[in-house]
């Protein structure tokens, strides 16, 4: 099989993934201007929910088809109630504060996160395996991918076309995106704020959320998960420029690439491969690759 | 002046009387005191489940054990030589600069007497110059890497588990026994010293061993990286007839996951240097070939003794399944030092000073449940054992290790003034033991 076809394929398949992980990130920035580190422990809540209740599924006897719908369940439901309880019980009273100072608070509840999740599930690892095999798998020359490489893929461009379209379509994305440009001139025209934000927290805890399901079934889901893929997913975010969906979208791409291409060429170079990416982009674009031009306001 | 001597006399009773009293409860006061022990582990992170986790628990139920009197001779004396123990356990997830500030704390703020710990290599060679600086007696329980005592010397620290050259050098070995016509390899392994380092040795000891057979691809992830689709699909390009891999922790566990469905397996036999710890974690997912080593004749390679049965039982009651490698090795640091205590204390009890221990502990040779332990590198302060390999076969949904071989000491280990790699590289020549 020709090697660049190999590397094309493992970048895209490490790009979906990225861009799962980080999508839900770039969303509470681009419109809450939170840098929201709390996203590894909604990740990790997402991977252990999906391990627990499909796993359960499993061992019950159920079709292990359902698995996939109990990971989609567990993820929401941690969206649901993790979303919320950070937003209207933490969060919402520290609008308007310094940008460094809600990084702390994320920074705290990330903490609070992490100790909850081993007091809940312990340290030992859970395993949740068989929907990666479930689907079978397909050859690319002498390479074999399982399915669920493609459903990844999938998903990835469903949440991306889908949070696209809801924000340049629909009426309420419009206004969203009116809150992003200008937080008081949208509350000004009647936008409800405070609503918009509760709505894009808990949009975005599910996001990461599913981005831990999605991965449960190819790890060993333990404690400190969330810590590994929070660094990955700024990584992502600070690349495409902070809160730009599309942004995110082809720094995943371009960091999916090089890495693949890092491992199959120059396989020493892997563990520079994003910084690598980062320090090119940074150099020659400091905001990011879709860095928004903001107006000064006076 | 009427002298009368009687008085001073009854004076001089009674000091003497309250002095003995004094000294007597001191003496019994001391001698309740319990020894404490720091016991560094993983508690989180990707190493708690297979490494931190297991020593924990067996750590626990061997100073039970011990303050019971319950351990088989010559062990069974209460404690370390009557006087009970307490430990003091610290996490030693968060990286080598948050342990070096534990260990002060264990050391200056807790007053522990003695510390044993650290998984990480990393770790190990963080702390060890600490402890020295610290005088307080620390035994490294389960790391690795040779360079601890190959580039440095130490009075306090102590190693009593073999370093982990042996690891390369027995499974090289191993693999060759079994399939002499291995004509090309590859290796996976984590982006810092403990990967490093056991490629290096792995691919030294075949450059001697076999030096016809071709290294295809050396992956390096970076330590925690979880992802491995790239890996695997290099990996599989090269059609190599084993891959030798020293991951461990989420990381082998994840990369068993996603390379099993992949079929890497069925092209090129597995060898985990330290895949022991994974045997029941992975049934399901390590292919029937595997070879599996434990650092040492420990877990699944112990041999029966008063002292295995023991340490298995004691386990088991704690944890319901029999202990793994690094059970093993936090048992041999227990009973390394309590045998060091007891000689140090000799016939004449009472508490012995660090010194006298550290004395004691040179060139100690005790036993273990893995067999004797002979602290004969690293001026007597490094242990050296022989160690095992098998192969795995799932039978009944258990992966089970069959066609073990067990190597002595020096034909795996270099003898002291070597360093491992130029030992290797000059044809192993088993030194004089």
């Not at chain 2, 001026?379 to 098998?390: E, L």
Request: one cysteine or more.
């Amino acid at each position: 099989m020709n090697q660049l076809l190999a590397v094309l394929i493992d970048g895209l398949i490490y790009s979906s993934w990225l861009f799962i992980i980080a999508v839900g990130l770039t969303l509470i920035y681009g419109v809450m201007k939170i840098l929201n580190i709390a996203h590894g422990s909604l990740y990790a809540l997402g991977a252990y929910s999906a391990a627990s209740l499909a796993g359960y599924w499993i061992n019950q006897g159920h079709a292990p088809m359902g698995s996939y719908a109990m990971m989609l369940v567990a993820a929401i439901l941690v969206g649901l109630i993790a979303g919320p309880v950070i937003e209207r019980g933490l969060l919402r009273f520290m609008y308007g504060k310094d940008e460094i100072v809600l990084v702390l608070v994320t920074y705290a509840v990330f903490l609070i996160l992490e100790d909850f999740i081993k007091l809940t599930w312990g340290v030992d690892p859970y395993f949740l395996y068989q929907p990666y095999s479930l689907l079978g798998s397909f050859d690319v020359g002498n390479l074999t991918y399982p399915v669920y490489n493609l459903v990844l893929f999938g998903m990835a461009v469903l949440i991306g076309v889908t949070l696209v379209w809801v924000l340049t379509k629909t009426r309420r994305g419009k206004m969203l995106v009116a809150v992003i440009h200008d937080r008081e001139m949208a509350a000004a025209m009647g936008i409800n704020v405070s609503l918009v934000y509760f709505v894009t927290f808990t949009a975005g805890a599910m996001l990461g959320a599913v981005g831990g399901a999605l991965t449960a079934p190819m790890i060993s889901v333990q404690p400190g998960i969330g810590a590994e893929t929070i660094v990955l997913a700024f990584a992502v975010v600070v690349i495409g420029g902070l809160g730009s969906l599309p942004g995110a979208a082809l720094a995943a791409v371009l960091v999916g690439l090089v890495r693949s291409a890092a491992v199959h060429y120059r396989p020493e170079l892997d563990l520079f491969a994003i910084y690598f990416v980062m320090a090119v982009v940074l150099i020659m674009r400091p905001k990011g690759l879709f860095s928004v031009q903001e107006a000064r306001k006076i | 002046m009427d002298w009368n001597f009687s008085r001073p006399l009854k004076t001089a009773a009674a000091v003497l009387a309250g002095a003995t009293l004094a000294i007597t409860c001191a003496t019994a006061h001391a001698q309740d005191k319990p020894i404490r022990i720091g016991l560094v582990t993983f508690l989180s992170g990707p190493a708690a489940g297979p490494f931190g986790v297991p020593a924990k628990m067996a750590a626990d139920a061997i100073v039970d054990s011990l303050n019971a009197g319950k351990a088989p001779a010559p062990y069974n004396i209460k404690g370390f030589g009557g006087t009970p123990l307490e430990l003091t356990i610290v996490d030693e997830a968060g990286g080598a600069t948050k342990q070096v500030t534990e260990l002060r704390n264990l050391i200056e703020r807790q007053n522990v007497d003695f510390v044993i710990g650290y998984i990480s290599s990393g770790d190990c060679l963080a702390v060890a110059p600490v402890a020295e600086e610290l005088k307080t007696l620390t035994i490294l329980f389960d790391c690795g890497t040779p360079r601890v005592f190959e580039e440095a010397s130490y009075k306090y620290v102590f190693r009593t588990r073999s370093h982990a050259t042996m690891d390369a050098v027995a499974g090289a070995m191993y693999l060759l026994e079994n399939r002499p016509a291995v004509k090309s390899y590859a290796g996976i392994n984590q982006n810092y010293a403990w990967g490093q380092d056991s490629w290096a040795d792995f691919t030294a000891v075949m450059a001697t061993l076999k030096p016809e057979a071709t290294i295809t691809s050396s992956q390096m992830p970076k330590f925690g990286a979880g992802q491995y689709g790239p890996e695997i699909s290099a990996l599989l390009q090269t059609n190599s007839d084993v891959i030798h891999s020293s991951l461990w922790g989420g990381d082998l566990e994840a990369f068993m996951l996603q390379a099993t469905p992949r079929g890497l397996f069925n092209r090129s036999q597995l060898v985990l240097v330290a895949g022991e710890p994974y045997l029941h974690r992975l049934a399901g997912n390590m292919p029937d070939g595997t070879v599996v080593g434990a650092r040492g004749p420990n877990g699944v390679y112990a041999q029966k003794s008063a002292l295995n049965d023991w340490l298995r039982q004691i386990y088991k009651e704690r944890a319901e399944i029999y202990p793994n490698y690094p059970a093993y090795s936090v048992a041999m640091a227990f009973l390394g030092l309590k045998a060091a205590y007891e000689k140090a204390r000799g016939a004449g009890g009472g508490a012995p000073a660090t010194d006298d221990v550290i004395k004691a502990f040179e060139f100690l040779n005790f036993d273990s449940p893995a067999g004797k332990v002979m602290m004969k590198l690293g001026k007597g302060h490094q242990a050296v054992t022989g160690t095992a390999y098998g192969t795995t076969r799932t039978v009944n949904g258990q992966v089970t290790v069959g066609d073990i071989k067990y190597y002595a000491l020096e034909r795996v280990q270099p003898p002291e003034g070597v360093k491992s790699l130029d030992w290797i590289k000059s044809g192993m020549k088993p030194g004089n033991w």
